[in-house]
C-alpha cells in the first residue's frame, strides 16, 4: 500500500503492532496444532478490492426493497447451512456446539428484522417547518461509501451479521477483516453474500495485515470503520480514523457487573448467574463477570453460584449439550492463567475452581478482590467470576460504576422503582433487569466509556453509516 506506515492494530489482543505478517490459520484451541493456513492478501490484491468496492458503491442503482430481498436470502443461506456454520465455528474456536448453532439462527434473525424493517427505518424524514417558512424539507439517509469491518474470533459469525446487514442495506459496500484464527467462517460468510445476490465489491473479505489495515482505514475512499475488539484496539483505530476524518463504530470490552439486591427466586437467579458467565466458554464481552451482592443475600447466593459453577466441567464441545469447553487459543488461555496468577498473589480468595486442564479451566469464583488488585478492574475473558459484597443500592451503584468499561450490566430486584432507580444511575450502554442472554435484533447493542461508542442491531444500528442529508425545498 502506501509507503507512508501506520501505527498498526492487532484487533484480537489490542496491542499496537508493527509485524505485517499476522497469518491466518485454524488452530485447534485443544491443543494449539495448525489444522489449515491462509495467505494474507498482497498490497496489490488489496489496492484492487479497495477499487472494486468503491466502484460497486458508485455504480449501484438498486433499490432498498431489491437490498431487502437480497438480505432474506442471506437469512436463508444461512439456516440452510447452520450445520456447516456452526462446526466451523467450534473448529475455529472451541464454542460449545449448541451455542455455536444458536449463533448461526440468531444471525438469520437479525438478517430477517433489518430487512423487514430496511424501508421504515430508511424512510424519508419530514421536517416541520419553522412559522411562516414555505416549501417543505426532509432528512434523506443515504450510503456514505466503502466501510471497514475488523471483527473478532468470539461470534465469527454473529459479529458479522450485526455490521454488514445495515450496511449493505442501505447501499454501502463492505470489506471485512476477519480475527487470524476464523479464516474458514470469513469464507463461508462471504461466499453467503454472493451466492444470495450481492454483486461483486459489495461484501469482500480481505486477509489482511495489521500494517494493511491502517493503510485501508487511511484510504480516502474508506467512509467508515466499525471495530469489536479490545480498548486498546479501539483505541489504535480511532487513532487512525480520526487523523482521516473516517467514522469509526467501536464495540469493546466489558466487565459487567451483575446486581442482586433482592429476590424471591435465588436458585432462578443463580442459573441465570452461571449462564451469563460461562456462555462462549466465558469469552463473551457483555457477560456478567463482576457479581455485586447485597448482604443479606451474599452468603446464601455465594454457596449456591460457587455450587453450581463447579458442578460444570469443561468437554468436548462439539458434543450436543456441552456447556463448557477450551479457551480459543493456548495464547488465550495463557493470558488468564496470568491473570489467575496475579489475583492469587494480590490477595483474591478461591472459592470455587482455579485449575486449568490443557487450554480450559475450571469454572472459578474469587472473593476477596479488593481496589488494589489488578483483578477489581481487568476483565476476565474466561469462566472467571469474582463476587462482591455490598451493603446496599447505593454501595453496589458505586462498585458497578468503579471501573473504566460500560458495556452492559444486569440488575435483579423485586422492587420495580428500584430497577429503573438504579438502571438510571448505571454508567453502562445496556442495563437488563430480572433477565440475562435476552439480546435480540431490535434491541440497540454498545457500550460507553472505554467499552466504546455507537451503536449497533435495531433501528440505531440500521443507520450507524448513513449521510443523514437535509434536502430543503422552496
Avoid at 432462578?268 to 469469552?283: D, F, K, P
Avoid at 477450551?326 to 475452581?353: H, K, N
Avoid at 440505531?460 to 442529508?469: C, P, R, S
Amino acid at each position: 500500500m502506501s509507503d507512508t506506515r501506520h501505527a498498526a492494530i492487532d484487533p484480537d489482543t489490542g496491542a499496537a503492532v508493527t509485524d505485517p505478517a499476522t497469518g491466518y490459520a485454524v488452530t485447534d484451541p485443544a491443543t494449539g496444532e495448525v489444522l489449515r493456513t491462509f495467505p494474507t492478501i498482497t498490497d496489490d490484491e488489496l489496492r484492487t478490492a479497495i477499487a472494486t468496492a468503491d466502484r460497486a458503491h458508485a455504480e449501484d442503482t438498486s433499490t432498498v426493497a431489491e437490498r431487502a430481498e437480497r438480505l432474506h436470502r442471506v437469512a436463508q443461506l444461512y439456516r440452510e447451512r447452520r450445520e456447516d456454520l456452526a462446526a466451523t465455528i467450534v473448529r475455529e474456536m472451541a464454542k460449545p456446539i449448541d451455542q455455536a448453532l444458536a449463533e448461526v439462527d440468531f444471525c438469520a434473525d437479525i438478517h430477517d428484522f433489518q430487512a423487514d424493517h430496511a424501508e421504515e427505518f430508511l424512510a424519508d424524514q419530514p421536517i416541520r417547518l419553522a412559522p411562516g417558512s414555505t416549501g417543505s424539507a426532509f432528512i434523506r439517509k443515504d450510503s456514505v461509501g466503502v466501510l471497514l469491518g475488523i471483527m473478532p474470533w468470539n461470534f465469527p459469525a454473529y459479529q458479522i451479521a450485526r455490521f454488514a446487514g445495515p450496511a449493505l442495506l442501505v447501499g454501502n459496500t463492505v470489506m471485512l477483516k476477519h480475527a487470524p484464527q476464523c479464516p474458514e467462517s470469513a469464507l463461508a460468510i462471504e461466499g453467503i453474500f454472493h451466492d444470495a445476490g450481492f454483486p461483486t465489491g459489495a461484501y469482500t473479505n480481505v486477509f489482511a495485515t495489521n500494517d494493511q489495515v491502517a493503510d485501508v482505514i487511511a484510504d480516502p475512499r474508506v467512509q467508515g470503520v466499525s471495530l469489536t475488539g479490545s480498548a486498546r484496539a479501539g483505541a489504535a483505530v480511532a487513532e487512525i480514523a480520526g487523523r482521516n476524518l473516517t467514522k469509526v463504530v467501536l464495540e469493546l470490552g466489558g466487565s459487567d457487573p451483575f446486581i442482586l439486591l433482592s429476590t424471591d427466586d435465588l436458585d432462578a437467579v443463580v442459573a441465570s448467574a452461571v449462564a451469563t458467565r460461562l456462555e462462549g466458554n466465558g469469552q463473551v464481552c457483555n457477560a456478567a463477570k463482576r457479581f455485586l451482592v447485597v448482604d443479606d443475600l451474599y452468603e446464601a447466593f455465594l454457596t449456591k453460584f460457587a455450587a453450581a459453577m463447579s458442578a460444570v466441567s469443561p468437554t468436548d464441545p462439539t458434543t450436543p449439550g456441552a456447556e463448557l469447553g477450551p479457551l480459543s487459543s493456548p495464547a488465550a488461555a495463557d493470558r488468564l492463567q496470568d491473570q489467575l496468577d496475579a489475583a492469587r498473589a494480590q490477595g483474591a480468595t478461591v472459592v470455587t475452581g482455579g485449575e486449568r486442564q490443557g487450554n480450559a479451566f475450571l469454572p472459578t469464583v474469587l472473593t476477596d478482590v479488593t481496589p488494589d488488585n489488578d483483578a477489581y478492574r481487568e476483565e476476565f475473558f474466561g469462566p472467571v467470576a469474582v463476587v462482591h459484597r455490598v451493603a446496599d443500592e447505593d454501595a453496589a451503584v458505586r462498585l458497578a460504576n468503579d471501573t473504566p468499561f460500560g458495556l452492559g450490566s444486569y440488575l435483579f430486584t423485586t422492587d420495580e422503582d428500584q430497577a429503573l432507580r438504579v438502571a438510571d444511575r448505571i454508567e453502562a450502554g445496556m442495563v437488563y433487569v430480572n433477565i440475562v442472554g435476552a439480546d435480540s435484533p431490535e434491541l440497540p447493542f454498545g457500550g460507553v466509556k472505554a467499552s466504546g461508542f455507537g451503536r449497533e442491531l435495531g433501528a440505531l444500528g440500521a443507520t450507524a453509516f448513513v449521510n443523514e442529508k437535509l434536502v430543503r425545498i422552496g
